[in-house]
C-alpha cells in the first residue's frame, strides 16, 4: 500500500476489532450488506464546510540525526461547493439510519457553518420526534475574535432511531463532592457526612457529596486538546478520547457493534 496516496486500510482479522480508511459512500456500500439494523452506535465528525484543507504531522527520527524530521501530508480538502457537500451529507445520513438497530443512536459533530441545515437533514431522515439532544461542546482555546463573538464552541446532535434507544447517563456520573453549588446549603448530617440541601417548590432536597451529577447538554468539563497534550498525534481536527468515552459509554455496551 503506497502511504502518501491510501485509499483503503484494514486492522484487525476479527470482525469484532476494524478500522478502514476509505471513502464514507464506498464504506457504506460494503458495511451496509453485514451491519443493516445491527450497529449500536454512531459518531461523525465530518467536513465543517470550512472550504479548507487540513494536515497532519508525522515526527520521524532519522538514523544519524539529533532532531527528528516532520512530514507534514495532506489529511482531507473540505472544499466541496455547498450544494455538493449537503447531497454527500444526505446520502451518508440516510446510510447510518439503514445501519443502526432500533435501540441505536447517532451522534453527529458539527459547528455553526453547516449545523442548520444538516439539523434539517436529520429531521428528515430520523424524524423530528426521534431528536434528542443539541449537546454544546464549549472549550476553551487560544486566539480572540474582534469583528465578531469568539467561537468557541461544537454543536453534537444527537438523535435515536427509535423509542427503544438505549441510553445510560448512569455510567459518566461523578460524586458531588463537597464544593456547593447552585446556592445549596451545606451541612454535617448526623453520620457526619457532608450533604447540600436546598428548598424548592415548598420541599427540601439533600444530596450528599456521594451522589452522582450527570451530564447535561452543555460539556464544558472536558477540554480540547492542547499543543503538549500527549493525545496529539499531529491531526488538525483531532477530538479528545474523553468525549468519545462519554459518547461511548451512554449510548452503547460491553460488546455492540
Given at each position: 500500500?503506497?502511504?502518501?496516496?491510501?485509499?483503503?486500510?484494514?486492522?484487525?482479522?476479527?470482525?469484532?476489532?476494524?478500522f478502514y480508511l476509505m471513502d464514507a459512500l464506498e464504506a457504506l456500500e460494503e458495511l451496509l450488506p453485514q451491519y443493516a439494523g445491527k450497529v449500536q452506535l454512531i459518531y461523525l465528525d465530518p467536513p465543517f464546510l470550512t472550504g479548507d484543507t487540513f494536515s497532519y504531522r508525522q515526527h520521524i527520527a532519522l538514523k544519524g540525526h539529533a532532531k527528528p524530521y516532520t512530514l507534514e501530508q495532506t489529511a482531507y480538502s473540505d472544499t466541496l461547493p455547498p450544494e455538493e457537500y449537503y447531497a454527500f451529507m444526505r446520502k451518508i445520513l440516510a446510510g447510518c439510519h439503514e445501519l443502526?438497530?432500533?435501540?441505536?443512536?447517532?451522534?453527529?459533530?458539527?459547528?455553526?457553518r453547516?449545523?442548520?441545515?444538516?439539523?434539517?437533514?436529520?429531521?428528515?431522515?430520523?424524524?423530528?420526534?426521534?431528536?434528542?439532544?443539541?449537546?454544546?461542546?464549549?472549550?476553551?482555546?487560544?486566539?480572540?475574535?474582534?469583528?465578531?463573538?469568539?467561537?468557541?464552541?461544537?454543536?453534537?446532535?444527537?438523535?435515536?432511531?427509535?423509542?427503544?434507544v438505549y441510553f445510560d447517563i448512569a455510567s459518566v456520573g461523578v460524586a458531588r463532592g463537597r464544593e456547593s453549588r447552585n446556592h445549596m446549603r451545606k451541612e454535617v448530617d448526623e453520620n457526619g457526612r457532608v450533604v447540600f440541601t436546598i428548598?424548592?417548590?415548598?420541599?427540601?432536597?439533600?444530596?450528599?457529596?456521594?451522589?452522582?451529577?450527570?451530564?447535561?447538554?452543555?460539556?464544558?468539563?472536558?477540554?480540547?486538546?492542547q499543543q503538549k497534550d500527549p493525545q496529539r498525534t499531529g491531526y488538525e481536527t483531532q477530538k479528545p478520547l474523553k468525549l468519545l468515552e462519554r459518547i461511548v459509554s451512554c449510548s452503547s455496551q460491553e460488546g455492540d457493534l
Amino acid at each position: 500500500m503506497d502511504p502518501y496516496n491510501c485509499t483503503q486500510e484494514l486492522h484487525g482479522g476479527t470482525p469484532d476489532n476494524r478500522f478502514y480508511l476509505m471513502d464514507a459512500l464506498e464504506a457504506l456500500e460494503e458495511l451496509l450488506p453485514q451491519y443493516a439494523g445491527k450497529v449500536q452506535l454512531i459518531y461523525l465528525d465530518p467536513p465543517f464546510l470550512t472550504g479548507d484543507t487540513f494536515s497532519y504531522r508525522q515526527h520521524i527520527a532519522l538514523k544519524g540525526h539529533a532532531k527528528p524530521y516532520t512530514l507534514e501530508q495532506t489529511a482531507y480538502s473540505d472544499t466541496l461547493p455547498p450544494e455538493e457537500y449537503y447531497a454527500f451529507m444526505r446520502k451518508i445520513l440516510a446510510g447510518c439510519h439503514e445501519l443502526l438497530s432500533r435501540e441505536g443512536s447517532i451522534y453527529l459533530h458539527v459547528d455553526a457553518r453547516a449545523g442548520a441545515r444538516l439539523r434539517l437533514l436529520l429531521d428528515e431522515i430520523f424524524g423530528e420526534n426521534n431528536f434528542l439532544n443539541e449537546i454544546i461542546w464549549h472549550y476553551k482555546s487560544g486566539g480572540r475574535a474582534k469583528t465578531h463573538y469568539s467561537r468557541k464552541h461544537d454543536n453534537i446532535y444527537f438523535y435515536r432511531k427509535s423509542r427503544d434507544v438505549y441510553f445510560d447517563i448512569a455510567s459518566v456520573g461523578v460524586a458531588r463532592g463537597r464544593e456547593s453549588r447552585n446556592h445549596m446549603r451545606k451541612e454535617v448530617d448526623e453520620n457526619g457526612r457532608v450533604v447540600f440541601t436546598i428548598r424548592s417548590g415548598g420541599k427540601v432536597y439533600t444530596y450528599s457529596e456521594d451522589t452522582p451529577v450527570y451530564p447535561s447538554d452543555v460539556w464544558a468539563d472536558i477540554s480540547h486538546l492542547q499543543q503538549k497534550d500527549p493525545q496529539r498525534t499531529g491531526y488538525e481536527t483531532q477530538k479528545p478520547l474523553k468525549l468519545l468515552e462519554r459518547i461511548v459509554s451512554c449510548s452503547s455496551q460491553e460488546g455492540d457493534l
